[in-house]
């Protein structure tokens, strides 16, 4: 994966090496793209932090590469810079799922904070996700039969229960069981339940 950094796009000069030493001063490594276009080329799905956007830009605009990174499917959380005029546009966007967005001339401090926040977001997104991966490859490796016994491990269900309802024995659902706590990773039927109910993004 990717190293998380603070993804800075403006096509001012004086103001993207600005910015870029504001975050660096703060402990966010941060890496900087003089145009829309750049950073889309460098895109990757593996591409992690957080992305600082100028709305008006030469070229293809801040709106535009957030239309772009949405049309991938890209949930790296964005702010917005933007100047005054631009503000009912920079709401419109939180409401299609930008992070935030900062007006000209911003707070050095509160703009460094929440870049920071939204590392943070993007961390605890991307862990959900590995999470939420991991027990979907679990739940692959299961034979159908491994499935079946969970089910009915999982409505509360005794073995013996499940052996009359499968036509196998009581042996054969205490081997199945075994196996598919194994392979799930847990130790009994309520792990197997919280397991299951873990939130899934």
């Avoid at 800075?8 to 276009?37: C, N």
């Avoid at 490859?137 to 969970?150: A, V």
């Avoid at 999982?154 to 069981?177: C, F, P, Q, W």
């Amino acid at each position: 994966m990717n190293t998380p950094q603070a993804h800075l796009v403006d096509d001012d000069d004086a103001i993207r090496d600005a910015l870029a030493w504001l975050l660096k001063s703060r402990g966010l490594p941060t890496a900087t793209y003089a145009s829309a276009e750049d950073f889309l080329a460098s895109w990757t799905p593996d591409t992690c932090g957080c992305l600082l956007l100028d709305m008006r830009m030469e070229g293809m605009s801040g709106l535009d590469c957030f239309d772009a990174l949405l049309a991938r499917g890209a949930a790296l959380p964005v702010i917005f810079l933007t100047g005054h005029g631009d503000v009912p546009l920079a709401v419109a966007t939180l409401k299609r799922g930008a992070f935030d967005f900062f007006e000209k001339p911003f707070n050095d401090n509160e703009l460094a904070t929440r870049v920071g926040e939204a590392m943070v977001h993007d961390a605890h997104r991307r862990a959900v996700h590995a999470s939420a991966d991991s027990i979907n490859l679990r739940i692959q490796s299961l034979s159908p039969r491994e499935r079946q016994i969970m089910d009915g491990i999982l409505a509360g269900k005794y073995n013996k229960v499940i052996a009359d309802e499968l036509n196998i024995s009581m042996r054969t659902v205490e081997v199945h069981r075994a196996n598919l706590f194994e392979k799930m990773q847990v130790k009994t039927a309520v792990e197997l339940a919280n397991l299951l109910k873990s939130p899934q993004a």
